[in-house]
């Protein structure tokens, strides 16, 4: 009974942990080290604050704020937007407001692309 218990918080604490949102802002902790997280998370969520950190990856910027997300779909087939205003930009630190799409297809993210304030793909 005591084991069972145990077992229930470690799950009851472990699910908690899943269903954290974006947060509104976000820095890379080493940016000589960029790469893509491009499998879907456990939750929709979850998902969603992996292509805010591969949109922040895959920009000129180490750090984002006001960083909101919007996810269509479910499960391994989402399409998330992630719009952000990079900050530090350029020769002269500039702020960027951007948007930034995540297409995952069968659970694997299959393009990200910039849809305003930076081009390239």
Known sequence: MKLTRIWC????LACAGCAISTPTAISLKDPQHRHQDIEVAMTDSGTARRCAYNMLNAS???????????????????????????????????SLPVSYR????????????????????
Do not use: F
């Not at 960083?67 to 900050?87: E, F, K, P, Q």
């Not at 995540?102 to 793909?121: Q, R, V």
């Open 60 to 94: 000129p910027a180490t750090e984002a704020t006001n960083v909101a997300t919007r996810i269509s779909g479910s499960g391994d087939n989402l399409v998330v937007d992630v719009y952000a205003t990079l900050l530090n930009v350029g020769l002269y630190n500039q």
């Open 102 to 121: 995540c297409t995952y297809a069968n659970g694997i993210m299959a393009h990200g692309t910039w849809t305003s304030g930076l081009k390239g793909g």
């Open 9 to 12: 918080a470690t799950l009851t």
